[in-house]
């Protein structure tokens, strides 16, 4: 019997799996860009089932199925379209969805529920999202990202901007840079959003060296990214709180005057008000080239998990 493959958590990829997906990847871009049509998911169906809001993730998630010749079913907003408008438990919907597909997309609100969502699935399932845990995808394709700018994943110093309490797009990422070799992280935020303890203990097991601050401006001089983040307004439960720091850090062609000329600006997007669009056609702006990355990165978990390859892929 063949194990079924979930991606909850970055934790579930072995380092060689991640370098597996690169290179899938990779083969998806050249797909993509000869505008050919792969047949390798002809017959398979994806599900989307998404009970937060999400534009890159559905897309790129259901444009990569396509693209491999697969089809999708989704539910735009399954908190609302979905049984669980009438009560039906997560557990109970993943179980007859699991019965009409072949593997499902995940988004939740609640932090574990992906973890929960495949202990009963019988199809695999993929973490787009638990509340404030984790998002894998994203972070493999922010890493991805990071190699096509640079040529590699080693040597860089990195700040991690925004809301690194509730950002799960951050504490994927963290996880991942048990990959990356010599590298510097700045962990700036305001105090009330910093980074979970959990977070932090990896870093220090991987021995990878981190600070924590509040002030942004002395550390653009010094860093190779500066990966930006939007607050998390859904998550918080004070408005008063919200308030305070939803406008603590603003990116505009002023503060980014000191970054380096080879230094890139990231963000999972959306963005809010972090970052002015008066920078959008400056060359060290890669948010708009990280997205489309996520159309390769998804294309290539989806081979990975279902264990279909695109053939000549070697
Ligand atoms: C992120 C998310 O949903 O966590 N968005 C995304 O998938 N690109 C970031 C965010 O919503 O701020």
């Known amino acids: 019997m063949i194990t079924k493959r979930d991606l909850v958590s970055i934790n579930d990829l072995s380092n060689e799996e991640i370098k597996e997906i690169f290179r899938l990847a990779d083969e998806s871009y050249q797909i993509v860009k000869r505008q050919t049509r792969s047949n390798i998911f002809s017959g398979k169906i994806m599900a989307t089932l998404f009970y937060e809001p999400s534009t890159r993730t559905r897309f790129s ?35 007859i969805i699991g019965g009409y597909v072949d593997i499902i997309v995940l988004r939740h609100y609640e932090l574990g529920a992906a973890k929960k969502a495949s202990e009963i699935s019988p199809v695999p399932i993929i973490n787009a999202g638990d509340g404030p845990g984790e998002h894998p995808t994203q972070a493999i394709l922010d890493l991805y990202t990071i190699k096509k700018e640079f040529g590699d994943i080693n040597d860089f110093k990195i700040a991690m901007i925004g809301d690194l309490l509730y950002g799960r797009t951050i504490h994927s990422l963290i996880h991942l840079f048990k990959l990356c070799k010599n590298i510097k992280v700045f962990l700036v935020s305001p105090e009330e959003l910093r980074l979970p303890e959990e977070y932090k203990s990896f870093l220090k097991d991987q021995g ?20 930006v983040t939007r607050i998390q307004k859904e998550r918080f439960t004070s408005q008063l709180l919200y308030d305070r720091v939803k406008n603590s850090f603003l990116i505009n062609s002023e503060s980014i005057r000191q970054l380096e000329k080879k230094s890139i600006i990231m963000h999972p997007l959306p963005r809010v008000n972090e970052i002015a669009r008066e920078i959008d056609s400056d060359s060290r702006a890669a948010y708009f080239r990280q997205a489309q990355n996520g159309l390769y990165i998804r294309m290539a978990i989806l081979q990975w998990i279902l264990g279909n390859f695109i053939a000549g892929s070697g």
């Open 61 to 95: 998630f259901e444009a990569a199925m396509l693209k491999l010749g697969g089809g999708v079913i989704s539910t735009e907003s399954a908190k609302h379209f979905s049984s669980a408008i009438k009560g039906e438990s997560l557990e109970d919907t993943i179980r």
């Open 208 to 227: 990878i060296e981190f600070y924590e601050t509040d002030l942004l401006g002395k550390m653009i001089p010094h860093v190779d990214i500066l990966y």
